[in-house]
């Protein structure tokens, strides 16, 4: 069973950081790109960065370019989204996603991200102003 599990969410204020961990289960992991997507209460989901399964490329939404950075253990089969000068407009719940087709820029930046096969639960990322 594939299962993708998210965890590292909670509160905190703005300005400070958070590290959102991806723990895999169930397929191949380095086989699979990793997306990182957040749904903001009200709003549609969206796409905050990925990790290409080829050549580990990374890609970032604009809205997080420089303050986010997203990496993958594959010895740990675990995706990790480091997230720092956190803003109060990030507060969403963050889903991990895996795909084997892969990840570039045009998966961040449009709804095609939304078709990854497996997904996660998601964590909740709350920041106070």
């Known amino acids: 069973e594939v299962q993708l599990v998210e965890s590292g969410g909670g509160l905190v204020q703005a300005g400070g950081s958070l590290r959102l961990s991806c723990a895999a289960s169930?397929?191949?992991?380095?086989?699979?790109?990793i997306g990182w997507f957040r749904q903001a209460p009200g709003k549609e989901r969206e796409g905050v960065s990925c990790?290409?399964?080829?050549?580990?490329?990374?890609y970032y939404a604009d809205a997080v370019k420089g303050r986010f950075t997203i990496s993958s253990d594959n010895a740990n089969n675990t995706a990790y989204l480091q997230m720092n000068n956190l803003k109060p407009e990030d507060t969403a719940v963050y889903y991990c996603?895996?795909?084997?087709?892969?990840?570039?820029?045009?998966?961040?930046?449009?709804?095609?991200?939304?078709?990854?096969?497996?997904w996660g639960q998601g964590t909740q990322v709350t920041v106070s102003s």
């Open positions: 169930g397929f191949t992991f380095d086989e699979y790109a």
């Open positions: 996603a895996a795909e084997r087709a892969g990840c570039n820029s045009v998966v961040v930046t449009t709804r095609i991200g939304l078709l990854y096969e497996h």
């Open positions: 990790i290409s399964r080829y050549d580990g490329s990374t």
